[in-house]
């Protein structure tokens, strides 16, 4: 069993930054894929970025290449994901996920555990 924290999340204008972090506890963190997805009022939730444990390979969203960066400390049991240039339409509750089999299960939001999500608002 996994426990994932998000925290990180606020209210920057456009063009804004912030950096959202998920811990996790429980299972051995350093060996399980972790994800970000987000959730706008009256949308489908959708995929943002994953890692892979070993590697620490990154698969990103093409809507937020270049912007968003997603890393992690396996000794502190945490993931970041790292939001440059923000937009307005960025607003939503963002999401840390994790999977102990692939990124892949990740990556199309069958992760085995979720977090409860912390608010991003951009304000334009």
């Known amino acids: 069993q996994v426990q994932l924290v998000e925290s990180g999340g606020g209210s920057v204008q456009a063009g804004g930054s912030l950096r959202l972090s998920c811990v996790a506890s429980?299972?051995?963190?350093?060996?399980?894929?972790v994800g970000w997805f987000r959730q706008a009022p009256g949308k489908e939730r959708e995929f943002v970025a994953a890692?892979?444990?070993?590697?620490?390979?990154?698969d990103y969203a093409d809507s937020v290449k270049g912007r968003f960066t997603i890393s992690r400390d396996n000794a502190k049991n945490t993931c970041y994901l790292q939001l440059n240039s923000l937009k307005p339409e960025e607003t939503a509750v963002y999401y840390c996920?994790?999977?102990?089999?692939?990124?892949?299960?990740?990556?199309?939001?069958?992760?085995?555990?979720w977090g409860q999500g912390t608010q991003v608002t951009v304000s334009s």
């Open positions: 429980g299972r051995t963190f350093s060996t399980t894929f």
């Open positions: 996920a994790a999977s102990a089999e692939s990124i892949s299960k990740v990556r199309v939001g069958e992760a085995d555990y």
């Open positions: 890692i892979t444990w070993r590697w620490q390979a990154a």
